[in-house]
């Protein structure tokens, strides 16, 4: 069974970090792009970031770019989001997806439908 599990959500002070995680099991995560997505309550879902398969190219939204760094270790089927200086505006649920068609092009990377794949969520919340 093909699974995408994100973990590393909890709650942060602002200013503060965390290290999400997206393992995959079922697949083999080297052979997909992957995107970090989130969604706050009561707002649309919104594309943050994404990697290529080889981890050579990566690309951001302008609301995390600088703070948020996207990495993957094949060897061990995860992808990562290193997320700093956080805010409050940055709570949400914070999904992975993959794809195996992918492109750095804005319109194609932040369109939920490339991804063939979604995890389930971790909740992130920012809060003094």
């Known amino acids: 069974q093909l699974q995408l599990v994100e973990s590393g959500g909890g709650l942060v002070q602002p200013g503060g970090s965390l290290r999400l995680s997206c393992a995959a099991s079922g697949f083999t995560l080297g052979n997909y792009a992957i995107g970090w997505f989130r969604q706050a309550p009561g707002k649309d879902r919104e594309a943050i970031s994404s990697i290529s398969t080889s981890g050579d190219t990566t690309v951001y939204s302008g609301s995390v770019k600088g703070r948020f760094t996207i990495s993957r270790d094949n060897t061990k089927n995860t992808v990562y989001l290193q997320m700093n200086s956080l805010k409050p505006e940055d709570t949400a649920v914070y999904y992975c997806?993959?794809?195996?068609?992918?492109?750095?092009?804005?319109?194609?990377?932040?369109?939920?439908?490339?991804?063939?794949?979604w995890g389930q969520g971790t909740q992130v919340t920012v809060s003094a």
């Open positions: 997806a993959a794809a195996r068609l992918w492109s750095a092009s804005q319109d194609f990377w932040m369109d939920g439908r490339v991804y063939e794949h």
